[in-house]
């Protein structure tokens, strides 16, 4: 019997597009669903003469995520031509980093079960253009649009520090966080903004050898769920190919495979390995980028808390479950809303389940943010000290809070205007006690007889109370004072 | 003569990448041109540069940089205007079999 034992190596290359308004070199509008090669110039169509200008908030955004990612910022960094053979880049080349990227030598840290975190070194940083769009429908022909066609993207290379499926979607999600957080990417998934490129191998131990197997790249996954199905099937699909050919890394036989989103499978795309001559040199038409001290640390000064650190600061700080300290980073304002609300003075606990029960409802169906409901987080924090304090219910202060995100008032007053104060006043409420008791006195008895009744006549009398002062009576302030005088 | 800087096999291999379909006459005429000029260059590795940076660009300037401003773009009209072939709002090239997937 062979004994065979492997571990899954993975290495991610992630694209991820750019806040910026406009295009990597021109001037060209950024625009989502736009009417085809409207946002086009003599740039984008690599027309003789005209000449490439690079965008600063590209560049800057660039350097503030190399930062993040804890990489070297490049005092020195240039551009390459990188040959490119398909009509939606109709310059022959892509403009991008060869030898000299922005950022390199990183890491990133990301969550893993059980509320650690793991390292995952990051190889390089650099900035690029993106291809327009090839669209092949029916006929002899494909159609070309070349809006997209300039967009700055960043690629994001890691080492191959990855060795499952969940790490390889741990880190995507993470670093969408971090874009995010950054105000650098919109990251928007449907949108295109983050596209995946995992290298995967296996490390396989058989019979007291080692073994590596041919390292695949997936090409151009768009959601984190086909990249977490796509290293899960390739490890599999390797491990069965090696133990069928027995099949190993060479130099040269790397291989490229898609993704069918419906099969779910990885399909093997037919390429010429010629392809991979890329042939870089130096662009001409663009000067070097000179980063100095000055610029770096004015670029640097607009890094914020990150979400992983916000995060464990929830948990550590103001003891939620690192669940929902998750949920409230998962983006900048939330988390920022959450904090200050319990800065003013909310209980963390009560602010989180406002948001995480009932804002975050809201603002899915408003297509808004929590922060963008129109609530202040002080109001917020009012809110949660009258619910901690008994003067409204926790079930009042829900309504309270769905009708502050219309009216914009402050919570006391909304409380008063819906009649949800509660009295907590036991002068005032034993006297109602009084009243039902010499009203029902069959239940009274059945409350004292300690049987089987005793808890029905028990909620009997308390829904009396209840109906008298309108809901408003606190429960546990009357619960007490039923209790006191059933004893007697 | 001494040896060719550059063989047939590179030729077609560089015809290939460039998309250039050469005549077996044309090949190795380039062959032989291509070499003379290669070894024309080849004079400049008599300099010492031992001790001089590499030249990243020839204009002693850095950092060209434009803000973040939109530009007025030429429009679907103007942009497809000199196009060899197309349809009302893309230009159409010969069928693309497989496609580059990213890069």
């Known amino acids: 019997m062979t004994n065979i034992d492997y571990k899954i190596i993975v290495g991610l290359e992630i694209h991820v597009q750019m806040a910026a308004k406009t295009k990597m070199f021109c001037g060209c509008e950024l625009a989502f669903a736009a009417e085809p090669n409207s946002k086009v110039c003599p740039v984008c169509l690599g027309l003789p003469g005209a000449l490439p200008v690079m965008n600063r908030k590209a560049v800057e955004f660039a350097i503030l995520t190399a930062t993040a990612l804890n990489c070297k910022v490049a005092e020195f960094t240039k551009w390459d031509r990188k040959s490119y053979y398909y009509p939606d880049l109709p310059k022959n080349y892509q403009i991008s980093q060869y030898d000299l990227p922005i950022g390199s030598n990183g890491f990133i840290e990301i969550p893993v079960p059980g509320g650690a975190t793991k390292k995952i070194r990051i190889r390089r940083v650099h900035l690029e253009e993106d291809a327009g769009k090839n669209i092949h429908t029916a006929g002899p022909f494909s159609q070309v649009d070349l809006n997209r066609a300039g967009t700055p993207l960043m690629e994001i290379v890691t080492e191959p520090d990855l060795n499952n499926a969940e790490e390889v979607k741990s880190l995507a999600i993470e670093l969408q966080r971090i874009v995010r957080f950054l105000g650098v990417s919109e990251a928007d998934m449907q949108k295109g903004h983050m596209r995946f490129e995992p290298n995967v191998n296996l490390h396989i131990k058989k019979d007291n050898n080692e073994y590596k197997t041919p390292i695949t790249e997936v090409k151009n996954l768009n959601s984190f769920k086909a990249l977490e199905k796509s290293v899960a099937f390739e490890a599999r699909r390797q491990l069965d190919n090696f133990l069928e050919t027995g099949e190993c890394l060479q130099s040269g036989n790397k291989k490229t495979f898609g993704w069918d989103d419906i099969k779910e499978v990885t399909v093997l795309q037919r390429e010429k390995e010629e392809a991979h001559d890329y042939r870089y040199f130096p662009d001409p038409d663009l000067v070097p980028v000179v980063v100095n001290e000055k610029w770096l640390s004015q670029i640097n000064s607009r890094i914020c808390e990150l979400p992983l650190g916000m995060q464990k600061r929830f948990v550590s700080d103001y003891s939620l479950s690192d669940y929902d300290a998750g949920v409230l980073t998962s983006d900048k304002a939330t988390a920022d809303f959450f904090d200050s609300s319990v800065k003013a003075g909310g209980d963390a606990k009560r602010i989180c389940n406002f948001i995480t029960q009932t804002g975050l409802k809201i603002a899915n169906e408003k297509g808004c943010s929590v922060a963008e409901l129109g609530v202040e987080p002080d109001r917020l924090a009012e809110l949660a000290k009258m619910a901690d304090s008994g003067q409204v219910s926790a079930t009042a202060a829900v309504t309270i809070f769905v009708e502050m995100t219309q009216s914009k008032e402050q919570p006391g007053r909304i409380a008063e205007k819906l009649n949800l104060i509660q009295k907590s006043d036991a002068g005032e409420l034993e006297k109602i006690v009084d009243e039902v008791i010499a009203a029902n006195p069959q239940a009274v008895e059945d409350a004292k007889s300690g049987d089987k009744k005793s808890k029905k006549a028990h909620g009997f009398l308390m829904g009396q109370v209840m109906q008298k002062t309108k809901g408003t009576a606190n429960p546990q302030v009357v619960a007490k004072i039923l209790a006191s005088k059933l004893k007697i | ?103």
């Not at chain 2, 008599?46 to 204009?59: F, G, M, R, S, V």
């Open chain 2, 1 to 103: 003569m001494a040896q060719k800087k550059i063989d047939i096999k590179q030729v077609r291999q560089v015809a290939k990448l460039a998309r250039l379909d050469l005549s077996e006459a044309e090949i190795s005429q380039f062959t032989g041109q291509l070499s003379a000029i290669l070894e024309y260059v080849e004079k400049l590795n008599q300099l010492d540069t031992a001790n001089i940076e590499p030249l990243a660009h020839c204009l002693p300037i850095n950092n060209c940089l434009r803000e973040d401003n939109v530009k007025q773009s030429l429009g679907t009209e103007k942009t497809l205007e000199n196009a060899p072939d197309k349809d009302e709002k893309f230009f159409l090239v010969p069928k693309i079999l497989e496609d580059s997937g990213g890069f």
